[in-house]
């Protein structure tokens, strides 16, 4: 019962939103500080986040496809609904104390505190940075960590750690948005997302995938095509657990 609790967690990873940089017209290799600028400036301000996408996941023990519907008002509460052939699957809702989640199909729910999520995961997870990730929000690097930018290939990358966790971001020498992003923790869990289909006007990042190693060499794959994306359109947030429904432990 708990692979569908699997499945809203890493379905939870949405969006990317990036900047453009101001760079000569003539075709030339990005300079390291503007590279820095790609992520420094790649992180969105809202109030309201408002998102539709379409979700593949794949995973050894799980596999699902279908339709996302997304609000978050910043810094109190995400809700996602998650519908397959136009039928609503899960509703989720994620404050500040709690993650809730509602599976309509099999009538169950479930209630966790951010601390029995990180104990499930064996992760330190809380509000803001799940905030952070569905947003597409990323972790900019500032003077209390270590920093240090090198050259790779056709890419600089920029390698960033705050003490609990390593972050590496890849630029293009030819391109002013990040490709890919990875956070590794010291613990040795990984998480990596590659960004594609982003529009040469606006560098919004419509496809992107999520890719999580597992033991055995096995992965968790997630595939993320967004659709619509509404910044500070407040929306209303529906979440209530029918009396009927019954709670997994």
């Not at 790609?38 to 986040?49: K, L, M, Q, R, S």
């Not at 995400?78 to 709690?98: A, C, H, N, P, T």
Request: hydrophobic share 40%; with cysteine; glycine share 4%.
């Amino acid at each position: 019962m708990r692979a569908w609790i699997i499945w809203f967690c890493i379905s939870s990873l949405f969006a990317c939103k990036s900047r453009k940089i101001v760079v000569d017209t003539v075709v030339k290799k990005m300079s390291k500080e503007a590279a820095f600028k790609v992520a420094e400036n790649h992180n969105t301000d809202f109030e309201w986040y408002v998102a539709k996408a379409k979700i593949n996941f794949q995973s050894p023990y799980y596999s699902e496809s279908g339709s996302a519907f997304l609000r978050i008002r910043k810094d109190s509460v995400i809700w996602m609904v998650l519908k397959k052939y136009s039928i609503e699957g899960l509703r989720v809702q994620m404050d500040r104390d709690s993650v809730k989640a509602i599976n309509r199909l099999d009538k169950t729910y479930i209630s966790m505190s951010w601390q029995d999520v990180s104990d499930f995961y064996g992760i330190d997870l809380d509000y803001d940075i799940a905030e952070n990730l569905i947003s597409g929000n990323i972790e900019i690097p500032d003077s209390t960590g270590t920093y240090y930018i090198i050259e790779e290939g056709d890419f600089y990358k920029q390698i960033y750690s705050d003490g609990f966790y390593h972050y590496t971001y890849l630029v293009p020498f030819l391109m002013n948005h990040l490709t890919a992003y990875t956070i590794e923790s010291m613990e040795g869990g990984e998480m990596s997302i590659a960004y594609a289909d982003c529009d040469k006007n606006t560098d919004f990042c419509y496809l992107r995938a999520y890719n999580v190693p597992l033991q055995n060499e096995q992965e968790m794959r997630l595939r993320i095509e967004i659709k619509d994306l509404e910044i500070d359109v407040p929306k209303k947030i529906k979440f209530d657990i029918p009396s009927r429904y019954t709670k997994l432990n």
